[in-house]
């Protein structure tokens, strides 16, 4: 089984059921930080630093039961961001089965050793294939360093046939104190198109990103590193990336929430969509053509914050 170790003493991980009877897979680090993924979406649902805080959302009234992904963690978005396409709303990927993988290839780079991992495989199944007739294998690799900090590798290969083209997004519900207290630092002055004006292109102003009504935007060309600053709490995710240009910023505010039976009415003042994403453009594979997308989080006190946002993506 393709799981890197701590060491060969604390193999950090186990594997679980959910209450659908779906396997789980917990990874502690030695200091008691933890990450849950689940092999339905090959979804995050809980990721607690070393003080057993939930760094991520969940809705009190997600619903933890096939087909849907439940409201909260990081559902996977694949083959398709939102609903510009032919397939469901965020692809299929969050909504299937994916597997245990036994023979992940390495990765490239040299992986850090003080992280324990997970690696997971999805294929298409044969509906899968009569919705989108491409034959691929995404692999993901699920990462918790000894500091705590959580990393996403997906790697989606086209294993034969003809070239095809997806967008993707790791949707993040980052758990905030309160919606108006929180800030996104690194998206000053970029162009976003916004999702409730038909996709039209505005230009961002100076200043960092605060919250006063529904938000729904993708940041295009966005820089590999940005914080979420959240003031009440005083804790920083610092959002590192690679692979993936694009910034989606999602808070559905009062009139939306209403809509959503799996959120409280009140709840989107506790969470804030900010996903590392490829949508503007879309990522080509040719055959036999791999493509790699990498998400870092890591939570910090905001006083300690400044020091990471200089630091590339390792
Ligand atoms: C966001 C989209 O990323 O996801 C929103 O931009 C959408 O338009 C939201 O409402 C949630 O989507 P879903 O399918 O998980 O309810």
Redesign the pocket.
């Known amino acids: 089984m393709s799981m890197g170790h701590y060491s060969e003493q604390t193999p950090g991980f186990e594997v679980t059921k959910d209450w659908n009877g779906a396997d789980q897979v917990v990874i502690r680090s030695p200091r008691g930080a933890s990450v849950r993924v689940s092999l339905h979406g090959g979804q995050v649902v809980s990721w607690r630093s070393e003080r057993g805080e939930e760094l991520l959302f969940t809705s009190s009234k997600a619903i933890f039961k096939p087909p849907k992904?439940m409201?909260g963690g990081i559902?996977i978005?694949f083959p398709q961001?939102?609903?510009c396409g032919t397939l469901e709303?965020?692809g299929f990927a969050?909504n299937r089965l994916w597997t245990i993988d036994d023979e992940a290839p390495p990765l490239n780079h040299t992986d850090n050793n003080c992280k324990a991992s997970v690696d997971l495989l999805l294929k298409p199944s044969e509906d899968d294939l009569k919705c989108w007739p491409h034959c691929f294998e995404f692999r993901l690799r699920v990462s918790l360093s000894m500091d705590g900090d959580l990393s996403l590798v997906s790697r989606v290969r086209n294993v034969n046939g003809k070239p095809f083209s997806f967008s993707f997004?790791y949707?993040t519900y980052l758990s905030v104190s309160d919606i108006s207290e929180v800030r996104i630092e690194g998206l000053e002055t970029l162009d976003y198109l916004d999702?409730l004006s038909q996709r039209e292109r505005f230009t961002e102003q100076g200043d960092a990103i605060t919250f006063e009504s529904e938000v729904?935007r993708?940041y295009v060309g966005s820089p590999s590193v940005i914080a979420v600053l959240d003031h009440e709490k005083k804790r920083t995710f610092i959002v590192r990336k690679e692979g993936l240009p694009d910034i989606?910023v999602?808070n559905?505010w009062d009139k939306?929430s209403k809509t959503?039976s799996d959120f409280g009415d009140e709840e989107y003042k506790q969470m804030l969509?900010v996903?590392a994403a490829a949508v503007e453009r879309a990522i080509t594979l040719k055959q036999g053509e791999e493509w790699t997308g990498k998400l870092e989080l890591s939570a910090v006190a905001s006083t300690n914050c400044s020091d990471h946002l200089g630091y590339p993506c390792s």
């Open positions: 992904p409201r559902p978005c961001f939102g609903n709303q965020h969050r997004a949707h999702n729904d993708v989606v999602w559905p939306k959503m969509c996903d």
